[in-house]
C-alpha cells in the first residue's frame, strides 16, 4: 500500500473510440504540487478529467487516500475532497462572485460563512467585489473566482486545468502565488500548465507527457535544469 | 360485412393510406434526411388542399354566389390544381425558412407551428378567399367519365398509388445523389458540413421546400378525394401530428418507413374506429375520437421510448462524409 | 385604446406566467417544452373538477371575497391545483424525459417527446370534460369604471395582482435560495454545475415544479377571466414561446416582460382584427423578433 494521496495506476482513456491516454501512472503526496507539462496533445487534461470522472477509463485504477475512485462521478469526487477548476467556462458568469462561491460550497452540510471569509482573505481582491457579476470581471479575476470556488469544500486534493491560460504575464504571476499560498494551507495540488518554467519552478515534482504517456518524472527542480527535458519541451516557453 | 362493403373500405382505406404516404414522405425529406423539425404540417396540408380546389372550380354564379365566396375559380384540370398546391406550399415553406433556417431548431418548430395556425385562422374568418367556415364543396374528380361511379375509388387510388410511387421513386433518386449526400451530412453533423464549404442555409431551404411540395401535392390528392373541405379538416392533431407518428412508427431517414408507417397508423386509426363505433356505449363513443388520439400519442411516445428508430429503422447512410 | 392597454396587461401577466415556466425549462434543462400550454389547461380543469364537484361534495362552502366572482373555496382549488400539476409534470418527467435524457437523445427528439405529451393531455381532458366551453361561474361581476373610460372587472384585478405576486415570490426564490441559486448556476453552465457537485436531479425536479405550478396558475387565471376549452393551451403556445423569444430564452426577468408585451400587442390588435387571430399576432412578432433581434431582450448573444 502506498502513502500516496493519489495514485494514478496504468490508466487508458479517451473520447469515445479515440484513445488518448496509454497506460499512464503516476501519483500525488499529501501536500505536494505536481505539475503536468508537455506539449499540445499529450493528453495533461484529459488526464485530469479520467480522474475527476469527466471521463471514464478503459483501463486501470485510480485510488484516493483509501478509496478506489476509479470513474466515480464528481458530485461523489467532491464529498471524498477532490476539487477541480476547467481550463474554460470555470465561473457561472450571470451569479455574483459571492454566489459562485456559495455554489462551491452546494454539497457542505455545514454553514459555510467561516470558510467564505477564509477564501475571501485568501483573494482580497474578490471581497471588494463580491457583489459583481462573475462575467464581468477580467480574466484573472474569473480565475481567482475559479479557484476559490473550488476551495469552498476545503479539499485536500485540487485538480487545476491551466490556471494560467489567457492571462496577461502579470496575473500569471499573481496566479501563481495564489497558488503557493493555497498550497501552504495544505492542500495538494495537480495542475496542467503551459506556463512551463514558472509552473516547475514552484512545484515540488512534475511529470512530462506526449502523446499519452509519462516521459519524464522528477523533482520540479531537476526536470527544469534537465537537458533533454529542456530541449524538447521547455524550449520557447516562458 | 359483405364483400363489396370489405372491399370499398379497404379501398378507402388505402387512399387515404397513401395519401398519408406522401405527407410522410414529404416529412422524410425534412426531417428524415435533412432534421428539419416541422410541427406545422397542417398549414401545407391545408395550402395545398386549398389552393387545388381554388383552381379546379368555376367561380360562383348566380344563385350559388349568395352561399359562396371564393378568391379564384380557375375552372382548371385537376393536373394544374395539383401542381399550383405543390408550387403555394413551396412558396410558404420559403417563408416560413428564409427567416427561421439559420437559427435554431426549435424555432422552426415553433414558427411552423405559427404559420400553420395563422393559415389556420385566415381561412376560418376571411370568407372572401374560400368561403370561411363552410369551406368548397363539390370539388372535381378527374377521369370520372372513365368508370362507373360505383368504381370510381379504385381509380383514385390507382392515381393515389402512382403518386405514392412517383414520389418515392423521385425522393430514393435525389437522395442518393451529391445533393442528397449532403442533405445526409448536415444531418448528422451540421458544422463538420460548414466547415467543407457547403451552403448549410441554401440545402436546408430546399429540402424544406421540396418536402412542402410533396405535403402540397398530399392535400391536393386529399381535396380531391373528399370533395369537400373546409378549416376544421386540418387540425394539428389530425394532419400534424399523426403524421409525425407515421414516421416516426415506421422509421425516420427511411422512404419504405415512411410508407409502412403511414399504412399502419392509419390502419390502427380507422380500424380502431370501427372498433369504438361498435362497442362502445353511447356516452363513450360520443369519446371515441379523442380515446383515438389518446392512443396515437402514447404509441408515438412509446416508440421514442422503446424503439426509436422505428420499425423499418434508418436506412445505412449513403455516405457519413463529404467527398 | 387605454381600455385596450389595460386589458392587454391583465392578458400579459398571464402569459408571463407561462413564459417563465418555460423560459426557466428552456434555461435550466435546455428543453423546447411544447406541453408546456397544454399544463396550464390541466390547471384549469384541474380545478374547474375541485371547485365545480369536489370540494362540494366534500361539503366544503364557498367563501365569498368581496367584488371577486369567486371566493376562498377556489382559491384554495387553486392552490392544490399547483401542487397536482407539479406532480403531474414530475412523473412525466420521471417517466419519459428523464429516459431520454440518460441516453443523452437529443433535444430534438425531446422536444416531440414533449409534443406527444401535449396531444396525450388535450386528448385525456377532451375524454373527460368534452369539447364545449366551461366556466368556473355563472355569475357576472359587474366591471369598476376607472377614469379614461377603463373598465376592469375586480377579477382582472385580481390575476394583475396575483401574477405579480407569483413572479416576486419566484424571484426571492432565485435570488436567496441555495437552491435558486443552483438552478440560475445549472442554467449558466451546467457542466460546471455538476462539477460543483450540484444535485442536478433535485434542480431538474424543482424547475418543473416551478413551471409547471406556474402554468397551472396561468390556466386558472385565464379561466376565471374567460372560459375553459381543451385546446386553450395550445393556443397560448405561441404567445408563450414568442414571450420567452423576446425576452430572451433563460431569462425569467425576460419573459415578464416579454409576456407583457405581447399581451398588450395581442390587445391592441384586435382594434384593427378580429379577436381570434391573436395567436396569429403573436406570430407575426415572433417572426419579425427572429429576423430582427433573434436574442431577445435579455438574452445572451451565445
Known sequence: MTTALLDVRHVSSGYGEMVILHDVSMHVEPGEIVTLIGPNGAGKSTLLKTIFGLLTPTAGHIRFQDTDITGMKPPLLVRQGISYVPQVDNVFPSLTVQENLEMGAFVREDAYTDRLEEIFTLFPALRLKRKQRAGALSGGERQMVAMGRALMLDPTLLLLDEPSAGLAPRMVGLVLEKIIEINRTGVALLMVEQNARQALKLSHRGYVMASGQVRFEGQGQHLLEDEEVGRLYLGGRR | MDVSGLLSYLVSLAIMGGIYAIFALGLNVQWGYTGLFNIGIAGFFAVGAYTSALITTPMPEGVYATYVEQLIGLNLPFAFGLFGAMVVSAVLALIVGIPTLRLREDYLAIATIGIAESIRLIFNNERWLANGPRGLTGLPQPLRAWVEPQHYNYLYLAIVLIAVVAVYWAIERGIRSPWGRVLRAIREDETAAAMNGKNVFAFKLQALVLGAAIMGLGGALYAHYVRAISPDAFTPLFATFLVWVMLMLGGSGNNRGAIVGAFLVWGIWTGSTFATDQILPPFWASRAPYLRFLLVGLILEAIILLRPQGILGEERLVSKLLE | ?302
Request: proline share 5%; with cysteine.
Open chain 3, 1 to 302: 385604446m387605454t381600455e385596450l392597454l389595460v386589458y392587454g396587461i391583465v392578458l400579459g401577466s398571464i402569459i408571463a406566467l407561462g413564459a417563465i415556466g418555460l423560459t426557466l425549462l428552456y434555461g435550466i434543462l435546455r428543453f423546447a417544452h411544447f406541453a408546456h400550454g397544454d399544463l396550464m389547461t390541466f390547471g384549469a380543469y384541474v380545478v374547474l373538477f375541485l371547485h365545480s364537484e369536489l370540494l362540494p361534495w366534500l361539503g366544503i362552502p364557498e367563501l365569498r371575497l368581496g367584488a371577486l366572482s369567486f371566493g376562498g373555496r377556489m382559491l384554495g382549488a387553486l392552490v392544490i391545483s399547483m401542487a397536482v400539476t407539479a406532480g403531474l409534470a414530475l412523473l412525466i418527467d420521471r417517466l419519459l424525459y428523464e429516459p431520454l435524457r440518460t441516453r443523452k437523445s437529443s433535444p430534438v427528439i425531446l422536444a416531440i417527446a414533449s409534443l406527444g405529451m401535449a396531444f396525450i393531455l388535450r386528448s385525456l381532458i377532451y375524454i373527460v370534460w368534452g369539447p364545449q366551453f366551461l366556466f368556473y361561474t355563472q355569475e357576472l361581476r359587474p366591471a369598476w369604471e376607472l377614469p379614461l373610460e377603463v373598465r376592469l372587472r375586480p377579477d382582472q384585478l385580481f390575476i394583475l395582482v396575483l401574477a405579480l405576486v407569483l413572479v416576486a415570490l419566484l424571484y426571492l426564490f432565485l435570488q436567496h435560495t441555495t437552491l435558486g441559486k443552483a438552478m440560475r448556476a445549472t442554467a449558466d453552465n451546467p457542466q460546471l454545475a455538476w462539477v460543483c457537485g450540484i444535485d442536478t436531479r433535485r434542480v431538474t425536479a424543482w424547475t418543473w415544479v416551478l413551471g409547471a405550478a406556474l402554468a397551472a396558475a396561468a390556466g386558472v387565471l385565464y379561466g376565471i377571466d374567460a372560459q375553459l376549452r381543451p385546446d386553450m393551451g395550445w393556443s397560448f403556445l405561441l404567445p408563450l414561446f414568442a414571450a420567452v423569444i423576446l425576452g430572451g430564452i433563460g431569462s425569467p426577468v425576460g419573459a415578464l416582460v416579454g409576456g407583457i408585451i405581447l399581451g398588450v400587442v395581442q390587445q391592441v390588435s384586435t382594434a384593427f382584427l378580429l379577436p381570434t387571430y391573436k395567436p396569429a399576432v403573436a406570430f407575426v412578432v415572433l417572426i419579425i423578433l427572429l429576423l430582427v433581434r433573434p436574442h431577445g431582450l435579455f438574452g445572451r448573444t451565445t
